[in-house]
């Protein structure tokens, strides 16, 4: 109680108040919670309750908390180290990026509780060093990013490797990954499934805005004031690829913004400057790829930028619910253009939710919403590329009739490619000149009729 205090716990969230009760009586469980939502203190504060009132001197790792990302399991680490402050339970954390030898080392002490990422958790599990038979309490934090990030055959791994009669708790963005149910068929018994907040409920704290664009640089210069003009104490700034936060976290610095770039392709060491400078306050603008924005959790974001609108909705919340935390009030803003508007459409239907739009003074976009019309629907167009050859073999040919042959007739002679006449079939004459008004004999026999 006393960490809760000091941290400054005093309601309990929502899905704080329906997991606690039911991880409390041991229960398996299969949690749907967005991102922010308190999930960590919520699989947390049971863990400690049990292996503080049953103490076991003699045991390994008792509890092992599963997540995809680094930078999610140093987080889940601080904050039981923050709420555990008045415990004699000690964790450890196991991640891929660091010294093998200091987790090791790590793993002889016994920690208690143990937050890992899957690969080299699987590693350290394969070679002796980490032992998870003693295991009672089992979480998969973040379980579609396990699934999104291909770590699906290392986690059923680790599974076969726990104590069998352990407790287990899944959480989730959303229960219908279409691979979820690969692991819960194998980790969880009779699980009690709840749901709060589901992704496609936006955050009611957070205020979506739109601001319409005409291209790359047109958004860097949008961009650029609303950070030199809004009110935050820190900004995410996404965007859709590494190359474009690089040319964009290049041109914020060099107009001087405190500002600092995170992506898939940064080593570890680098990475965790870049977090910690974040962290620290000493940078207030972080510009991220989705990727590695995974995990993130940084207290005192105002403002989330969609320097590209996401490729999907669930991506939208997962960014924007960057924002909006723990009853602060966020504001997201997603920079469109042209290229982008059906995508934002997409987005709004998916979520049932509409997008405030606003624009800048003096910066306001010439394109004003709305598909564009493609060029090559103009009348009389001429279709051109896969299209005109699809024309030319949907085009009707024409039919080689006889009588067709047979009407060529006085006009003319049908040449052939060589420029000579084409001779007439036996038994079909051509037609003979037009007699005078005063004779108008039958035609002959096999004439044809005139044009």
């Given amino acids: 109680m006393r960490g809760l205090e000091k941290e ?9 108040a329906q997991v606690i009760p039911a991880a409390m009586e041991g229960l398996d469980l299969l949690v749907s919670a967005a991102t922010g939502s308190g999930k960590t203190a919520a699989f947390l504060l049971p863990i400690m309750e049990r292996l503080v009132g049953a103490p076991r001197s003699d045991s390994g790792t008792r509890a092992l908390v599963l997540v995809p990302t680094r930078e999610l399991a140093r987080q889940i680490h601080v904050h039981f180290t923050r709420l555990g402050s008045y415990t004699r339970l000690n964790n450890g954390v196991i991640t891929g990026g660091d010294s093998k030898g200091h987790q090791i080392a790590t793993l002889r002490k016994n920690p208690e509780i143990l937050v890992a990422t899957p690969g080299r958790l699987l590693e350290l599990l394969e070679t002796g060093e980490a032992d998870l038979s003693d295991l009672e309490i089992l979480v998969l934090d973040e379980a579609d990013r396990m699934l999104d990030m291909g770590f699906v055959d290392d986690v059923l791994t680790i599974i076969g490797r726990t104590n069998p009669a352990r407790q287990s708790m899944l959480f989730s963005a959303t229960l219908h990954h279409r691979g979820l ?54 900004a995410l700034v996404f965007t859709n690829t590494r190359d474009g936060a690089t040319a964009l976290g290049n041109y914020l610095m060099g107009e001087g913004q405190r500002a600092a770039v995170l992506h898939g392709e940064l080593e570890q ?77 997409s987005i709004e239907r998916y979520l049932n939710l509409g997008l405030e739009r606003r ?51 006085k006009r003319r002679r049908p040449k052939s490619p060589a420029g000579n006449e084409i001779g007439i079939e036996a038994g079909h004459a051509p037609l003979g000149k037009r007699p005078t008004a005063q004779a108008q004999p039958k035609p002959a026999q096999g004439e044809g009729a005139k044009d």
């Fill in 8 to 16: 400054g716990f005093e309601t309990p969230t929502e899905v704080q």
């Fill in 181 to 234: 149910s690969r692991i819960t068929e194998r980790l969880l018994r009779e699980p009690r499934v709840l749901t709060v907040n589901p992704v496609r409920e936006q955050h009611p704290d957070i205020t979506n805005q739109v601001l319409l664009s005409d291209g790359p640089e047109h958004k860097q210069q949008q961009v650029l004031w609303l950070l030199r003009n809004e009110i935050y104490e820190k």
């Fill in 269 to 345: 060491r680098e990475r965790n400057r870049v977090v910690g400078l974040l962290h620290s306050g000493r940078i207030n603008v972080l510009i991220a790829t989705d990727v590695a924005a995974r995990g993130l959790d940084i207290p005192g974001v105002e403002r989330v930028i969609n320097f590209d609108l996401p490729r999907s909705g669930d991506d939208y919340l997962h960014r924007t619910g960057r924002t909006g935390r723990a009853g602060e009030q966020g504001v997201a803003i997603s920079l469109v253009g042209a290229s982008e508007w059906n995508r934002l459409e």
């Fill in 359 to 409: 624009s800048i003074e003096g910066l306001k976009a010439s394109y004003k919403g709305g598909p564009t019309k493609r060029s090559g629907a103009k009348k009389g167009a001429k279709k051109t590329g896969a299209k005109a050859v699809a024309a030319k073999v949907a085009a009707p040919k024409p039919k080689d009739r006889l009588r067709d042959r047979k009407n060529i007739g």
